[in-house]
């Protein structure tokens, strides 16, 4: 890309840091106030100290019933957070008021999601809208939707490095595209944080930062905390499989049940964990929301049992969230996972509470996103200052649940290829001539792959696609031929 034109994308990026800052504290300052009033002001219009079963159960259902509401505008309230955050898109501005009506109805309902997804949205979304006078090519309005974004995760996770750190991990800022997509978002996510630092003579807007507070100092590296911190990760990247299965199981559903029924018993599922949770001496509202605020209590709870309940409850509400069709983010539920294992060492082996939630802040964000540099960044704002000398051992959890990711991908992979092999054994085809391939890179356009002719010009010797030759079966179709099939051998016919 010409400098004039990355130049130009720049202050474009800085034009809409300042207007997606905005918003994002707008959506974020709403949410909070919606949850506050429904948890805490209305069990006290209603005679209770704390909010009554009845409540419990009826909140996350209306959560549920608003959310399917929310989702027959346009853009279905955003994406599905299935399978982690959706970066580098260009959402359309007419998407807006259905991902931030999802997202409201959702977060402050108790369900078990966070804000970061939908604040990515919203930040793609008015950066395309800011910018909608400008001549630019589907590239540029890509990267200025992207600065976006950019701004709007830099208002929530501390800072422009933590944004640009994502949006490369990514992978929207892949090959040539590194460079002009990365710096206008950086520029504008730096523009967006004036708003917390302030500039000059103004203070900024208030915003509580993300490190927790009272944290003991953490000195030194301990032989135990590294085997704590491998642990953790494996454990995290696990549990985070088994999360996305039974999510996409869930998900399964929704043809069969309906969107709207299947939201609404996902809400009560919700309800009902959080009340069991309750009944056997778990706080409810652990269980319930993201659980970032939450993690102070986790790990001062004290208690084995304690933290076990929270968990169990946690985890599958965690999956009942994401499956069901609530629209957020997974990044802190499964943080929140994460530090819930490591937690289990404060109370057994006396683990430093720093420590534990460095590591389980590392291992949970890279077992959801399989980012690696950002879980390390931000598990190092978690703890701050005091934990300065547990970023080592952060590191290690992150890899450690990094490569158990990976190597689950492999299993899983290897398995689909067995169950392949297998069927198309016992097909008409050739063995193996279904098998799945990993999906082959996007050529240049107008260049053609090896063995396809131009558009309209049948390469010589192969017939037409549809027309089977005589005498010739039609292979039957074997599990995972939807995915692009291995080239045939020299001699055979495809």
Known sequence: ?????????????ALVGLPAGLVAFAFIGLVHELESWLWDDLPVLLGADAPPWYLVLALPVLGGLLVHLARMLPGDGGASPIHGLHLGGAPRPPDAWGVALAAVATLPFGMVLGPEAPLIALGAIVGTWVTSWARMTDQGRTVVATAGS????????????????????????????????????????????TLVTGLGSWAGLPVGGLAMPGLPEYETVLVRDVVVAVLVGVLAAVVARLVRRAATSLAGLEPRLGRGPLLLLGGLAVGVLALVADALGADPQEVLFSGQSSIPDLVASGSVAAVLVVLVAKVLAYAVSLGAGFRGGPIFPAIFMGVAFASFAVVTVDLSPTVAIAVGA???????????????????????????????????????????????????????????????????????????????????????????????????????????????????AAAGAELTPDPPDAGERP
């Open 362 to 476: 590392g291992a949970g964000m890279a077992a959801m996103t399989r980012m690696v540099v950002s879980p390390v960044l931000f598990a190092a704002l978690l703890v701050g200052r005091p934990g300065l000398d547990a970023v080592p051992v952060a590191v290690i959890a992150t890899v450690a649940a990094w490569l158990g990711s990976a190597v689950l991908d492999h299993r899983d992979l290897l398995g689909r290829r067995r169950a392949d092999a297998d069927e198309a054994a016992m097909a008409a085809a050739p063995a193996g001539t279904a098998l799945p391939v990993p999906a082959p890179s996007v050529p240049a356009p107008g260049a053609l792959q090896p063995g396809v002719s131009e558009p309209g010009v049948p390469e010589p010797g192969v017939p037409e696609p549809g027309v089977p030759e005589p005498g010739v079966p039609r292979p039957a």
């Open 150 to 193: 950019g701004a709007a995760m830099s208002t929530l996770f501390g800072g422009p490095l933590v944004a640009g750190l994502m949006l490369l991990e990514g992978g929207v800022g892949a090959g040539a595209l590194v460079i002009p997509l990365l710096v206008p978002a950086l520029v504008s996510a730096a523009v967006a944080y």
């Open 1 to 13: 890309m010409p400098p004039r034109d990355l130049a130009r994308l720049a202050l474009l990026g």
